[in-house]
């Protein structure tokens, strides 16, 4: 009668079933089709947060998707429900999204009342589970509402505790002439995840395996079944099986259907928004161009307008100009960058800082026809700041029509190995020491197990290494993106469930920054940018200190500040204050703005791995004739020396030499960027490589240029980017040449940022002959200040242990009237035991005469007087006139690191130089003179790296009290000394100095520990 030839699996959970599936989503999508099945449905728990991903390999391989969740009732029931058509995906959204921000943050509870008053255009599939009335009265309710689009689900898998539920749920379902529907819970896509199910399940409760017990499903009957087994499972009941298919027959939703529109502009005395943009344009070009709007300019102008207005996009341009406005008039840095940097819309708006059309910038970098894309504004705001812009856009939108999107927190080997050792039982230590050698990204590697002691041929340490890297890559949580925004014309919740984020005043949705491109959503970005919170702290103290009153747009250019960067003299200059940063400038010698774009750009993946870095060096140092591979791409190459170091060179490129259109040109990019995953760079190769070689154009630059593209998609940086982070980074590198003091103390107040920790710094400002006073109780204040030109005093923030709360007593009592004794101090203060003891330790009350162990007693002992004051014994006051010796400069310095990250006494290695001078170590800045020598250096760590494009190469930076080292470990050398390497403060190196184009490299051959009897505590900055 059924004719069964398949079936449709209908309740499955991914991985965003966050710590219950053990699949991905596309994982699942994949195993269904290789089965044969015509379609799947993601049932994940209380949200969608993997349909994108899902629906994007479902359309890949023609397979149908239905989308749907399991939904959680009030009375910790459940419910599945499947979208039949875009009404049904509206009031699913709007179902999770009544769950989840009617709960705290991480919980979604939703009444049957909503359940049912959202109904409409969802199918509803009620478990197995209550034997009394009130499941009789939740049936009959659903059956109301939902009418034929009610089902009564069966579940089989192998367990004898679901054959009497499933016998009820039979007799339930002819009691009220409901339909059955053959299911099971599938929670992976093959039955060898069972193991990781069982570790994420451990995980979720807290619980070890062996402390698991029933928490565990009872078998491995929960993957995706052929048809032929889940026929055969379901045998005597086919019309259950039969509805699997019904049911996917009535699902005609898919994510191609969402009908997104942004939010229009509210209309001005009848002005369109189309209108509103264009007179605001030609307003803001007036003010660019001092009423003398350059012809070129004008006729760009007026092609942008036309295409914004024919895509639709006003709304989107007139939202970020609102948003500038609104910092402009909160004193709030920002500026926008990234492709947006191509449009000379946006430079009039005021929203970018470059000029495109002089600087000669492809728009179609930034919107084209034929990609008919929204365009991605990126705007940097003053971190600090940041909240007061996001508040502003729910004002300005409202609650309901905007929400934040999402970031998904995956699990990296050192989480993973974590999480899983402790499911598998193993220590804490153990576990600690192991994931102190694993990088941030990758996987776990064998050669780290072994170093930390792990024996790869124990079983436990093999489903250790198996489990772990399993588990990397899936999702934890779901967090907040830095500044990403969705807006709509109608509520956000129609569109995605929408939750509470942690954060108070914000809601998120559950997609992240991808899938909403992947949707072709519209999202504005307002991102935190640590240097725009630098600089405006540093154009403040000049104020305070000078005063002087300059801007980021009006700082002055000159030669001073490009001498101090030709030298790699970056340390806290943005962008350009990386260790390979501060390489290559010595060789490519910046003299102008834009070799400072240059310099941004030719330190990434894109130049280097397109082989473009060294001949462009070669000819900008007259080492190698300037030469174009044809005289069509002169006007293209010539600001570069004919080698492509831009996307929008590239582009250029194909669209003169082999006749891409500009949208077809920025397709070409964007195929590239996902060509590991898609294979979509197939398409291009050959006719970009064979057009180009049509035109006279060497077959071997074409290639390059199709290796750089490769490059360049995946770690893209166009030269609009370069051009909007290079006017940071030369007002920062201007800043420090002139004011060291406003600019280190500035750069101390804006931490965390950048690459330094507070030592280097603090050792850079006293190299530029500035004086930095110590932490003082009767002088810091919470940050650092700039009390007199060239001198810093160091703020009590960088106490550790001590929070704003503390500082505030000590301010008030001081306010009150000055300090006269250390115990005035400690009376008036009130401050607990703790606190008084870490201010004791970092020095900051050895201004009242007292060395830091008398401070460290008196402080103990006031506390005791404190708490012993109503006790029937009294004490004698003997304790207060224990006199104790100073302590040396090991322990100075030594403390001062410990407590606060940093020493004003001096540098931990200055402390052992003469010892290491006698056994001829020498300092940063004597090594240059040891070129082409094998030396022995020792250096504190301060910065690890293992760029992706390097082949396994490490670079490190060292540290003395001269300056700095650049450390290169090639692969083979890393790896036989990884675990000093990745693990000891301070570094014995010994290796061949290098030295070229004023650049100096120490070629470690041999790593050691240094024999050093007392040493601070240092932290480094690894692998970031």
Known sequence: MYGLKSYVPLWCKSNFSFLEGASHPEELVEEAHRLGLTAIAITDIDGVYGIVRAHVRAKALGIQLIIGSQITLADNSHLILLTRDHTGYQNLCRIISKGRLENPKGSCVVSLRTVCRYANGLIALRPPGGTDKKETTVVETLKKYFEDSLYLMVTRHKIAEEVKPNALQRERAGTHNLPIVATTEVLYHTRARKSLQDVVTCIRHGVTLAEARRKLRGNCEHHLQSTAAFISLFAEIPEAVAATTHIA???????????????????????????????????????????????????????????????????????????????????????????????????????????????????????????????????????????????????????????????????????????????????????????????????????????????????????????????????????????????????????????????????????????????????????????????????????????????????????????????????????????AQMSMLPRLRPKTFYDLVIQISIVRPGPITGGMVHPYLARRNGEEKITYPHLSLEPVLKKTLGIPLFQEQVMKIAIIAADYTPGEADQLRRDMAAWKKSGRIERHQERLISRMEKKGIAKEFAIRVFEQIRGFGEYGFPESHAASFALISYASAYLRRHYPAEFSCALLNALPMGFYMPSTIVEDAKHKGVAVYRINVKKSMWFCTVPQHNTIQMGLRHVKGIGKQHFEQIFTARQQAPFKSLDDFFTRTTLPAHVQKQLALAGALECFGANRRNALWQGLAVHHDNTSANTAISLPDSHSHVAFENINDFNTIGWDYDITGHSTTGHPLCLFRETLSRKKIPTADEISKYKDRQIHYVGMVICRQRPSTAAGVVFMTLEDETGFVNLICFKDIFEKYKLIAKTTPILGVTGKVQYQDGVTHLIAQHLWKPKLKESATTTSRDFK
């Open 249 to 579: 027959s009535q699902c005609h939703f898919n994510l191609d259907q969402i009908n997104y529109r942004y939010p229009s502009e509210v209309n001005q005395a009848g002005i369109s928004s189309f209108e509103r943009l264009r007179i605001l344009t030609f307003e803001g070009a007036r003010r660019r161009y001092n009423n003398a709007i350059p012809q070129n300019t004008i006729a760009q102008l007026n092609e942008e307008l036309s295409l914004i207005n024919e895509l639709d996009y006003p709304g989107y341009f007139l939202t970020m100009y609102e948003i500038v406005e609104f910092c402009k008039q909160q004193n709030i840095l920002c500026q926008g960058r990234g492709s947006a940097a191509n449009s000379a819309v946006c430079f009039c708006l005021g929203i970018t800082s470059v000029d495109p059309v002089k600087m000669n910038l492809l728009f179609e970098r930034f919107i084209s026809r034929e990609r008919n894309e929204p365009p991605d504004i990126d705007l940097d705001i003053e971190h600090n700041r940041r909240e007061e812009v996001i508040q502003h856009v729910y004002e300005r939108y409202g609650r309901s029509h905007a929400a934040m999107v999402a970031v998904v927190v995956r699990y990296r080997p050192r989480s993973a190995v974590r999480e899983v050792g402790k499911t598998l039982g193993i220590d804490d230590i153990s576990l600690g020491r192991l994931s102190k050698l694993l990088s941030r990204y990758g996987t776990l590697d064998t050669e780290s197990m072994t170093a930390a002691g792990f024996s790869l041929e124990a079983p436990l340490y093999q489903l250790l290494y198996q489990l772990t890297n399993e588990l990397v890559d899936f999702p934890r949580h779901l967090s907040i993106h830095p500044g990403g925004f969705i807006l709509g014309s109608e509520p956000v919740h129609q569109l995605v469930p929408v939750e509470n984020a942690t954060m108070p005043g914000r809601t998120v949705i559950q997609w992240d920054k991808d899938d909403v491109e992947t949707l072709g959503l519209f999202k504005v970005d307002l991102l935190g940018l640590g240097a725009l919170h630098h600089l405006h702290l540093c154009f403040d103290l000049l104020k305070e200190t000078r005063p002087l009153n300059i801007g980021l747009a009006t700082i002055p250019h000159d030669d001073a500040t490009y001498e101090m960067i030709q030298q790699g003299d970056t340390i806290g200059v943005f962008q350009i204050e990386s260790r």
